[in-house]
C-alpha cells in the first residue's frame, strides 16, 4: 500500500473514532422526573405532560412544571423565550439537569398536537 492511501485510512479511522466521542460525551439519556432529580447535576431528559396553567415568563426565564408518565411533576426553568406552540402542545421533552430543586433546561420542545391528532373520515355512502 502507497504511504498516501495509509494515512488517508488512518485519519478516517481517528476522524470517525472522534465523531464517536463526541456522540457519546453529549449523548444524554431519557428519564422520568423522580430520577432526574436523584440524577442532580446530570444532563438528561425529561418528557411529560406541560402544564400550561404554571407557565410564567419572567425577566427572561420561562418556568412551568412538567408531570411524566410515572405522574411526578418537576418545575422545569429555562433561560429563553417560551417555545412558539407552546400554548397549544400537550407534552414537551426538556434537557437539562436538576439542581436547587428545579430542573434546569437548557433545551425545550414541544410536541406538534395536530401531528398526533387523527383525521376523522366521514364516509357517505353513494356519494
Known sequence: MKPGAILAALLAVAGLGLGVYAFMVNASPYVGAR????????????????DHASAKLRDGVFTFRLTDD??????????GMKPGNFESAPTASVEGAFADGRFLA????????????????NYVSGK
Open 35 to 50: 430520577e432526574a432529580s436523584a440524577m442532580a447535576g446530570q444532563r438528561v431528559h425529561v418528557a411529560g405532560q406541560i
Open 70 to 79: 410515572a405522574g411526578d411533576a418537576m418545575l422545569v426553568e429555562y433561560h
Open 106 to 121: 437548557v433545551r425545550v420542545s414541544t410536541q406538534c398536537p395536530s401531528k398526533y391528532e387523527s383525521e376523522s373520515t
